[in-house]
């Protein structure tokens, strides 16, 4: 029965894409319903698909169904401790990741589902990554967790301390980091990529002293131009900043400028969106609660650009500029980026998880450089010279 369902899906997908490419609107509109029929007959990977074990503490009993998998830390000291932030934000992560997993599996075509892999770190703690891969609508979607616990090693204590953390070199440093990302590449280039990453992070110093601080952010990465969409993206995260600080959005959206930029091309690698760090103030509750409300934002400022874009006809010339874009994609993510740099340096650091983000495929051509009045010419002038969109 297993294998029937796996090619009925199959079927299903490569009719889908064949049809597509045929830019017939009537085969397509036929297809998509013939899809959505089929998609009844895809098997369900959420790890809790069996009867989900709901403990109770004194009479409260926590709702794991609701989540993709069991959450790391057992869910009775989750329940028994709730206004702890270790815990607060691992419930809130876990919610984050089956609302979006959830939210994209809805936007695919043929009923494609996320493949769950729950996974534990010797060294203490574990994580969830949620991945989906060879869809129609998406061709490579990741959406982890991780909380994690040990020792910093030598090269992560090193880099916060150039960003200003107050850390003894050569100590051995307890640490607690709980976090979603997701990167989401779709199968269309006119549906942009997206991702975001919100994360806590607890030191334990020398003195035994803890430090703490929120950090995130959530960007956009088109492969075309759509001032609306862009409009649309920035309203949102400006609107999730503005309940909490004016500020905070001009701030943080020109930090992700600064930050998302592959310097050796003086180009930025989309079209920004907010990103922070180190945010320990005015308290904690109000970080939590500002973290929680960017988190929240992402559903409403991406997934009605995939509805919009989704099923939007595409040629040959579309699809290999998004392959070069996705290039510069992974330039970014293994030469700059930070998060991932800390992860390959963490013991025990679960590389599959870590380069989740790198695109199934990607291209690079030498000396590549469209024309200037191109509609890929008009995405460059934007990436060259990041603009305000609200």
């Given at each position: 029965?297993?294998?029937?369902?796996?090619?009925?899906?199959?079927?299903?997908?490569?009719?889908?894409?064949?049809?597509?490419?045929?830019?017939?609107?009537?085969?397509?509109?036929?297809?998509?319903?013939?899809?959505?029929?089929?998609?009844?007959?895809?098997?369900?990977?959420?790890?809790?698909?069996?009867?989900?074990?709901?403990?109770?503490?004194?009479?409260?009993?926590?709702?794991?169904?609701?989540?993709?998998?069991?959450?790391?830390?057992?869910?009775?000291?989750?329940?028994?401790?709730?206004?702890?932030?270790?815990?607060?934000?691992?419930?809130?992560?876990?919610?984050?990741?089956?609302?979006?997993?959830?939210?994209?599996?809805?936007?695919?075509?043929?009923?494609?589902?996320?493949?769950?892999?729950?996974?534990?770190?010797?060294?203490?703690?574990?994580?969830?990554?949620?991945?989906?891969?060879?869809?129609?609508?998406?061709?490579?979607?990741?959406?982890?967790?991780?909380?994690?616990?040990?020792?910093?090693?030598?090269?992560?204590?090193?880099?916060?301390?150039?960003?200003?953390?107050?850390?003894?070199?050569?100590?051995?440093?307890?640490?607690?980091?709980?976090?979603?990302?997701?990167?989401?590449?779709?199968?269309?280039?006119?549906?942009?990529?997206?991702?975001?990453?919100?994360?806590?992070?607890?030191?334990?110093?020398?003195?035994?002293?803890?430090?703490?601080?929120?950090?995130?952010?959530?960007?956009?990465?088109?492969?075309?131009?759509?001032?609306?969409?862009?409009?649309?993206?920035?309203?949102?995260?400006?609107?999730?900043?503005?309940?909490?600080?004016?500020?905070?959005?001009p701030r943080f959206k020109k930090w992700c400028d600064d930050y998302f930029r592959i310097k050796h091309r003086n180009e930025s690698r989309g079209i920004g969106g907010i990103f922070f760090d180190d945010i320990d103030s005015p308290n904690q509750e109000a970080a939590?609660?500002?973290?929680?409300?960017?988190?929240?934002?992402?559903?409403?400022?991406?997934?009605?650009?995939?509805?919009?874009?989704?099923?939007?006809?595409?040629?040959?010339?579309?699809?290999?500029?998004?392959?070069?874009?996705?290039g510069r994609y992974v330039e970014f993510n293994l030469i700059y980026d930070r998060g991932t740099k800390f992860g390959l340096y963490t013991p025990g650091a679960r590389y599959e998880s870590i380069l989740m983000s790198l695109p199934l495929h990607a291209r690079w051509?030498?000396?590549?450089?469209?024309?200037?009045?191109?509609?890929?010419?008009k995405l460059m002038k934007v990436l060259k010279n990041p603009k305000d969109w609200v």
């Amino acid at each position: 029965m297993n294998a029937l369902r796996h090619t009925i899906s199959l079927v299903s997908l490569g009719t889908f894409q064949l049809v597509r490419r045929t830019r017939g609107p009537h085969a397509r509109g036929f297809l998509l319903g013939t899809g959505l029929g089929l998609a009844s007959f895809s098997a369900v990977t959420y790890a809790h698909s069996a009867e989900a074990v709901n403990p109770k503490v004194n009479g409260v009993q926590m709702d794991t169904s609701r989540f993709m998998a069991e959450p790391i830390t057992d869910s009775k000291a989750l329940l028994g401790d709730k206004e702890n932030m270790r815990h607060r934000m691992e419930i809130l992560i876990m919610e984050i990741q089956a609302e979006f997993c959830r939210a994209l599996e809805a936007e695919e075509n043929c009923g494609q589902k996320f493949k769950v892999d729950r996974w534990e770190r010797p060294e203490g703690g574990g994580g969830i990554t949620c991945v989906l891969q060879d869809g129609d609508v998406f061709e490579k979607a990741g959406v982890n967790i991780s909380v994690v616990t040990g020792s910093l090693p030598p090269a992560a204590v090193q880099q916060m301390r150039a960003r200003g953390k107050n850390l003894k070199e050569g100590a051995s440093l307890p640490f607690f980091a709980s976090g979603v990302s997701a990167v989401i590449h779709p199968r269309n280039p006119h549906v942009p990529t997206i991702h975001f990453n919100y994360r806590y992070f607890e030191v334990e110093t020398a003195k035994g002293e803890k430090q703490w601080w929120f950090g995130g952010g959530t960007d956009l990465t088109p492969y075309y131009l759509c001032e609306k969409d862009a409009s649309h993206f920035h309203q949102t995260l400006k609107s999730a900043c503005d309940e909490h600080d004016a500020t905070y959005y001009p701030r943080f959206k020109k930090w992700c400028d600064d930050y998302f930029r592959i310097k050796h091309r003086n180009e930025s690698r989309g079209i920004g969106g907010i990103f922070f760090d180190d945010i320990d103030s005015p308290n904690q509750e109000a970080a939590f609660n500002f973290v929680s409300s960017c988190a929240r934002a992402v559903i409403p400022s991406y997934v009605p650009l995939v509805r919009k874009h989704k099923n939007r006809e595409y040629g040959n010339n579309e699809r290999q500029w998004q392959l070069l874009r996705r290039g510069r994609y992974v330039e970014f993510n293994l030469i700059y980026d930070r998060g991932t740099k800390f992860g390959l340096y963490t013991p025990g650091a679960r590389y599959e998880s870590i380069l989740m983000s790198l695109p199934l495929h990607a291209r690079w051509e030498y000396m590549h450089e469209p024309k200037s009045q191109s509609e890929e010419g008009k995405l460059m002038k934007v990436l060259k010279n990041p603009k305000d969109w609200v």
